[in-house]
């Protein structure tokens, strides 16, 4: 189980269960407020800044937002007006890059489903402006607007988000920013996006609460009423009632725990936790009350006395209030004494306080709240860790996701590792490496070759290591000195290597000295004989790339029949690496003509036995031959040897048959014919 990596789907469920909370109070009516005849119109500012490529539980925080809005426009109102605008998305470092990708309409789900799948974060997190430039292009000051921001940190921008909400407040008719956090934990990054939506009327959720969101804002999920007409005045509301809490004595602090009510004013109200002694008004963690009871609320990390009480949204006035206790869990973590550095190892624990809790792996002495590789506890246990790959000192540490406390620590002992590597002497240039090794730190790790003298960390070809030994690499096509190394995936450290020479590849051809034009020529070869290796036959001096005029694959055999050119002159056969095109053998062939002639009647009767006289090389198997006019040139009806005539030509039997035949001198030694001549049978 990887580090920093849980179940796929929950960070999506919890993402789209906060987005889908937001949006719903977006297409509710805002309380407390004027409304215009129209619903409010609301757009959806999505963070494509660079750190949106950073891992949260399920993937790249990009991967889940886009599955998140794709899910959400899958289950929204088709008459619910919706726009889109990003930033960070086209330059890097540049604060105005902000831009609206749909505007606010009906109809465009497909269209702003498209535009968040082509985003590619990579600059800024201009937030203010962002906010300022949605509103504005909402007519924010004319007309009711809502704001749905996506970010996963704070303004980097020099803007104020808090200020930017007050002006918008103050200047909109009905306007409301609601704020998601993609994975904000730092308590000053929370407050900053917590400030935005407050001072605008909106909500402020972490994904890590998202959770807990999506049935708490069931209940505001449908479209604003139409405004009614006027009504008389009406009687004044009743004082709010006393609301008793039940609370447990103690919980344990970064825990969830239970909450009780004996009545619910609004379900946009309040259960926060707040040190004792809080001033009134002030929130801590909270939670809105919705239909839920009891209902789950978040203990702060710091062990203390806390109250627990239920804040009116209108005014921030408290009806109702329950001391508890939090205490410090003290939670025993059982590690090995030592584990190979690289390599994963299993923590068992002794209690759970929330599954999304850290379990992490620091070098000793690091400052409290820092991660190193880390898990998620969930219900796993034991759980395995991910060991750096550095030897030394660390301490694991059980990590409260609120507040990021220590709760739990055990120290370990990451010893270096060492793997043999045992390799042959040397390894023809492209050719199989067999590479055998003494241990395996994980199945992830590389084995690799490089250039001697390669900078640590760099790959060459490689192979993950698996449970395969020997493992197979190929050697580079390039002759020279080179070393095997094992590569921790972790780190990408060397833990162990072994020097191999890649020779050049050698190989030998055969063939005629000379062959006749057109006559079969016979070659055979030894050598690597891979499956793209090739040999070919090309005029002499050509170039390496040039176009063969014969060819044969080298590893279907060691020999092979091409036919001659029918151009005489200087040839060469070579044989071609199919990797890299070199040429590592060849041998040169002369294809030389030879000339003949025929002299013979014009015709004949049937059956009758003529004089051929001829001119030619006379070579022993040379036959004069009489063929059918459609017969292949080497096949026949009759011939004699040309070595029969005793000075006034060869004796030449004819067919019975009258027709139209061919007389034929044929080098039957290099399979060609020299000469021809018609002759009619009648």
């Known amino acids: 189980m990887s580090p920093r990596r849980a179940c796929p789907g929950r960070a999506a469920r919890a993402a789209l269960a906060a987005l889908t909370a937001a949006l719903a109070l977006a297409a509710a009516p805002a309380p407390a407020r004027a409304q215009s005849d129209d619903a409010a119109r609301t757009v959806l500012v999505l963070d494509a800044s ?41 330059r890097k470092g540049d604060c105005g890059d902000i831009e609206e990708l749909v505007p606010a309409g009906t109809g465009n789900r497909d269209a702003i489903r498209a535009a968040v799948e082509g985003l590619n974060p990579k600059g800024k997190t201009p937030l203010s402006d962002a906010v300022r430039r949605a509103a504005e292009a909402l007519r924010y000051e004319e007309n009711p607007a809502t704001v749905v921001l996506i970010s996963d940190g704070r303004e980097t921008c020099d803007r104020d988000p808090c200020a930017v909400a007050d ?3 103050a200047a909109g008719i009905a306007f409301t920013a609601h704020v998601v956090g993609f994975d904000v934990n730092a308590p000053e990054d929370q407050a900053q996006l917590r400030c935005l939506a407050e001072n605008t009327g909106g909500t402020f959720r972490t994904a890590a609460d998202a959770a807990s969101l999506k049935d708490a804002l069931v209940a505001v999920t449908a479209a604003p009423a139409p405004t009614p007409e006027p009504e008389p005045e009406p009687e004044p509301e009743p004082a709010p009632p006393e609301i008793t809490l039940t609370v447990p004595e103690t919980a344990t602090a970064g825990s969830r725990f239970m909450v009780e009510r004996s009545a619910t004013v609004k379900g946009s109200d309040y259960l926060t936790i707040v040190p004792m002694g809080t001033p009134e ?3 801590g963690n909270y939670s809105r009350v919705r239909d839920d009871n009891p209902l789950d609320l978040q203990a702060p990390a710091e062990p203390g006395l806390y109250e627990v009480r239920y804040v009116l949204e209108e005014g921030r006035r408290t009806l109702g209030r329950a001391p508890i206790e939090l205490t410090g869990a003290e939670i025993t973590l059982t590690v090995p004494e030592t584990a190979t550095a690289g390599s994963r190892f299993m923590v068992e624990r002794s209690a759970t306080v929330k599954g999304s809790d850290y379990l992490t792996i620091v070098p000793m002495g690091t400052r409290e709240g820092e991660l190193g590789n880390y898990s998620r506890v969930r219900d796993d246990n034991p759980l395995d860790l991910q060991a750096p790959a550095e030897p030394g000192l660390y301490e694991v540490r059980y990590v409260l996701e609120e507040g990021r406390r220590t709760l739990g620590r055990a120290p370990i002992e990451l010893t270096g590792a060492e793997v043999t590597l045992t390799v042959p002497e040397t390894v023809p240039a492209g050719g199989p490496l067999d590479v055998r090794r003494s241990a395996t730190v994980k199945g992830s790790d590389y084995l690799t070759i490089v250039p001697m003298g390669t900078a640590e960390g760099e790959l060459g070809p490689y192979a993950r290591v698996r449970d395969d030994d020997p493992q197979r690499l190929t050697a580079p096509n390039d002759p020279g000195l080179y070393e095997v190394r094992y590569v921790l995936e972790e780190g990408r450290i060397t833990a162990g290597r072994a020097p191999v020479e890649v020779v050049p590849v050698s190989a030998t051809l055969t063939a005629p000295a000379e062959v006749v034009t057109g006559a079969a020529l016979d ?12 040999i070919e036959l090309v005029p002499a001096g050509a170039p390496p790339d040039a176009e063969p005029l014969a060819q044969t694959r080298a590893d279907r055999g060691d020999s092979a029949r091409f036919t001659a050119p029918d151009a005489e002159g200087a040839y060469t056969l070579r044989y071609r690496l199919g990797e890299t095109g070199a040429i590592v053998a060849s041998v040169d062939v002369a294809v030389k003509a030879v000339a003949a002639s025929l002299t013979a009647p014009e015709t004949a009767a049937p059956g009758a036995t003529v004089r051929v006289r001829w001119t030619g090389p006379g070579g022993a198997r040379d036959r004069i031959a009489v063929a059918a006019a459609d017969q292949g040139p080497f096949q026949w009806l009759a011939a004699v040897g040309v070595r029969t005539d005793e000075g006034d030509g060869v004796a030449l039997a004819l067919p019975n048959d009258a027709g139209q035949y061919e007389v034929r001198y044929v080098d039957v030694a290099n399979g060609v014919v020299l000469a021809t001549r018609p002759i009619t049978v009648q």
């Open 167 to 169: 002006d918008l407040e």
């Open 50 to 90: 660079g750190s949106m490529w950073q891992q949260i539980a399920g993937g790249h925080k990009i991967t889940v937002a886009r599955q998140v809005v794709g899910d959400l426009l899958d289950s929204m109102p088709a008459d619910q007006t919706l726009g889109l605008w990003a930033y960070g998305h086209t």
């Open 281 to 283: 008004g002030e929130l």
């Open 523 to 534: 070659l055979s070869w030894e050598g690597p004989n891979r499956r793209k290796d090739r």
